[in-house]
Every structure is written in structure tokens, then in C-alpha cells.
């Protein structure tokens, strides 16, 4: 079905570098986290860890030569995020944090269209 699940547990100041992959669902299921996110024409891949990224501007990185395509967010406990094909993202866990995630292909899934 080209369905993936994922469980995320991390402590304060953890999180994921920058990255993109398939159509994704998130749920914070105890904590909280902050997001970056980059359209398709942006994405990056990083190894440099979200706090350091968001907080150096001397990393050479899409969000440095284009500001304006930067999104960011909080998703708090029951929030549920939606982060679509291709979208470039990374977080910051504030604290212990449960997280969800399910990601899923609709190029694989026609059904969900429906």
C-alpha cells in the first residue's frame, strides 16, 4: 500500500534535520515541537541538527538565499500536522516529546482521493 508508520520519542532539544520524502501525517501525542518547512522547489537534505541549523545563519542552506519561502510552526499536544510530497522539514522537540507519524503515497493510494 506504500503506507509507513512511524513512533518518535525524543528528549529536550532533539529532533530531525531537514528532509523530505512522501505525503505524511503527524500527531504530537504528549510535548511539543517547532517546525521549518520548504516547498518542493526549496528542499534541502541537511546532517546539521535543527537547533543548529535555525540558529547559525553562516550554514549555507535554501532558507539563507530564500527567506521568504520559510514556513515555521509550533504543533502542540493533539495538534495534527500535514506535510505534503516533497516539503523539505525539520524539528525541535521542547521537552519530552510523543510523537505519530504516517506517511503515505497517493500516487500508489488512488482509493484516498475518493
Known amino acids: 500500500l506504500g503506507l509507513t508508520t512511524q513512533l518518535f520519542l525524543g528528549p529536550d532539544g532533539s529532533g530531525s534535520p531537514m528532509h523530505h520524502h512522501m505525503h505524511a501525517f503527524n500527531i504530537i501525542v504528549y510535548g511539543k515541537k517547532s517546525w521549518t518547512l ?12 535543527m537547533k543548529d541549523w535555525t540558529m547559525r545563519p553562516s550554514h549555507q542552506h535554501a532558507a539563507e538565499y530564500h527567506p521568504e519561502s ?3 510552526c509550533d504543533q502542540e499536544e493533539g495538534d495534527l500536522m500535514f506535510i505534503p510530497n516533497l516539503w523539505a522539514h525539520g524539528v525541535v522537540n521542547h521537552g519530552s516529546t510523543v510523537a505519530l507519524a504516517l506517511g503515505f503515497s497517493l500516487e500508489n493510494n488512488p482509493e484516498l482521493l475518493q
Open 38 to 49: 520548504l516547498p518542493p522547489s526549496e528542499r534541502v537534505y541537511s546532517k546539521i541538527r
Open 70 to 72: 520559510k514556513y515555521e
